[in-house]
């Protein structure tokens, strides 16, 4: 994982309840405290994005749109297994 380092300010009380944390040993440091912080007030909004995309899905039109694009797939290795058929009956 890539990491950037970068500067914050944050309320006192704040960094001692983390510098808690780090002496207690529940956490490493203080980079780990915030990292998890972070990540765990921006996971549900991620989630929560990719169910507003999901919902603008359609279902049936997703799966007449596969099912158009494996049967090109399907005509394409037909056609691809015909032509070798013939190649090796022309001893090639």
């Keep these: 994982m890539s990491v950037s380092k970068v500067t ?3 309320d006192q009380s ?3 309840r983390v510098d808690r944390l780090v002496r207690s040993g529940v956490f490493s440091n203080r980079s780990h405290v915030i990292q998890q912080a972070i990540e765990e007030k921006i996971a549900p909004i991620d ?3 990719l169910a507003r995309e999901c ?3 359609h279902p049936p ?3 007449a ?3 158009e694009r ?3 797939e399907a005509a ?3 056609e691809g297994a015909y032509r070798e058929q013939i190649r090796l009956q022309r001893g090639g």
């Design 8 to 10: 914050i300010s944050i």
């Design 14 to 16: 704040l960094l001692k």
């Design 47 to 49: 989630s929560t994005r």
């Design 55 to 57: 919902a603008k899905l």
């Design 61 to 63: 039109e997703e799966q």
């Design 65 to 67: 749109l596969a099912d």
């Design 70 to 72: 494996l049967a090109g």
């Design 76 to 78: 394409g290795y037909e």
